[in-house]
């Protein structure tokens, strides 16, 4: 419908003799009080022969005109929807391209994040004994004629700083050696009595001079499959850590179980234990307590994280809990792959 306006725009159509037979576009522009609307045809225009019947047309052009402003304004709100699904898809496409990227990225920023606050830490630690030997040696260079007697106590300084060097390295190329997938554990059947032995004959005598008490608790035996070298290493962390701890007088404890096919090492201490808010952090790499490094209990805090490290490779577990009333306890637990019991010390 296009209403009575239009009839007069009709009237001014011109006949083009020459559009015979051919289909063209024509607009028509019809004004109702001040509001002017095109109108938009298809067009036909055809010459009626004079031997048809119909005497109103015969010999007659006639015009023949279809509407198709409905046809324009559903392709323009055809194009309307088309733009803006295709808006709302290149959006959502962006968002989920952003959103799997920054996923899939943050693994990636997490470990690269971590590996360059680890070589920091490592060049921090490595630093301070550096600068230690450093002034040592410098100040044995200013006595040519003093005899090695005479200096030892500056020459021992810079041996202690060379084996904490030392210690430090190991752990540090144990850790990146880890970092690089590299495997480290070499599993072999343990007899569990002579291992703890090994350990012991170390460690009793050091608490001794230190007048603190190391008591075992051994309720375990029999050959057990991991790699002696390296839980060896785990738990002597643990017990330097504990004796380093426990002020003198103190006593610490290690207790060696089997439970439900696990063997669990824990060692408890009567020192200052470790505060609630320490507990999760303790086992990251240069975590300490007291922050301070110039500390009497020296360390650079990667023992507890090489721990970690070798009862994850034995897909094991390291906790931290109280001691009562004060203290740490330290326990390891880690599968067993093939044990033989003792018939009087094993629990089940
Ligand atoms: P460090 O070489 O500094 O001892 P560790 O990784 O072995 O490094 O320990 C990390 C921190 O955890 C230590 O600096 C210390 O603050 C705390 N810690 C570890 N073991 C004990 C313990 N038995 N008692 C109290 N605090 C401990």
């Known amino acids: 419908m296009i209403g009575q306006g239009a009839f007069s725009a009709f009237q001014g159509i011109k006949l083009v003799k020459r559009n015979i037979n051919k289909v063209k576009g024509l607009v028509i522009t019809t004004?109702?009080?001040?509001?002017?609307?095109?109108?938009?045809f298809m067009t036909l225009l055809i010459k009626v022969p004079r031997t048809s019947t119909n005497s109103t047309y015969s010999g007659k052009y006639v015009l023949i005109l279809q509407n198709i402003d409905a046809d324009l304004l559903a392709m323009e709100s055809f194009k309307k929807s088309l733009f803006i699904t295709l808006l709302i898809f290149w959006a959502l496409a962006m968002i989920i391209a952003y959103v799997l990227s920054r996923s899939s990225m943050r693994p990636i920023l997490v470990s690269w994040k971590k590996q360059r606050e680890f070589s920091a830490d490592a060049a921090h630690e490595l630093r301070t004994p550096i600068t230690v030997i450093q002034n040592q040696m410098e100040y044995l260079l200013t006595k040519?004629?003093?005899?090695?007697?005479?200096?030892?106590?500056?020459?021992?300084?810079?041996?202690d700083e060379v084996n904490q060097m030392q210690t430090l390295i190991k752990r540090l190329l144990m850790l990146s050696r880890g970092d690089a997938n590299i495997i480290q554990i070499q599993p072999k059947s343990?007899?569990?009595?002579?291992?703890?032995?090994?350990?012991?004959?170390?460690?009793?005598?050091?608490?001794?001079?230190?007048?603190?008490?190391?008591?075992?608790?051994i309720l375990a035996s029999g050959q057990v499959i991991f790699d002696p070298d390296l839980m060896h290493q785990?738990?002597?962390?643990?017990?330097?850590?504990?004796?380093?701890?426990?002020?003198?007088?103190g006593s610490i404890d290690v207790l060696i179980k089997r439970l439900h096919g696990r063997l669990i090492i824990s060692v408890s201490d009567t020192g200052p234990g470790i505060p609630d808010k320490d507990k999760r952090n303790i086992f990251e790499r240069f975590y300490r307590v007291d922050?301070?490094?110039?500390?009497?209990?020296?360390?650079?805090?990667?023992g507890?994280?090489?721990?970690?490290?070798?009862?994850?490779?034995?897909?094991?577990?390291?906790?931290?809990?109280?001691?009562?009333?004060?203290g740490a306890v330290?326990?390891?637990?880690?599968?067993?792959?093939?044990?033989?019991?003792?018939?009087?010390t094993d629990k089940p």
């Not at 040519?144 to 041996?159: G, M, V, Y």
Request: hydrophobic residues 30%; glycine residues 4%.
């Open 31 to 40: 004004q109702f009080g001040t509001k002017r609307s095109n109108h938009y």
């Open 144 to 159: 040519p004629k003093q005899r090695i007697l005479d200096e030892a106590a500056s020459i021992s300084t810079t041996l």
């Open 190 to 217: 343990v007899d569990l009595k002579d291992w703890i032995k090994r350990t012991f004959n170390i460690y009793q005598p050091l608490a001794e001079n230190q007048h603190k008490t190391l008591q075992k608790n």
């Open 234 to 249: 785990a738990l002597v962390i643990l017990l330097d850590n504990a004796l380093k701890y426990t002020p003198t007088g």
């Open 291 to 302: 922050q301070s490094r110039n500390t009497k209990t020296g360390g650079n805090g990667l």
């Open 304 to 326: 507890l994280a090489i721990a970690k490290f070798i009862v994850q490779q034995h897909n094991g577990k390291i906790e931290v809990r109280d001691n009562y009333p004060h």
């Open 330 to 344: 330290f326990q390891i637990s880690i599968p067993i792959t093939r044990e033989k019991r003792h018939p009087k």
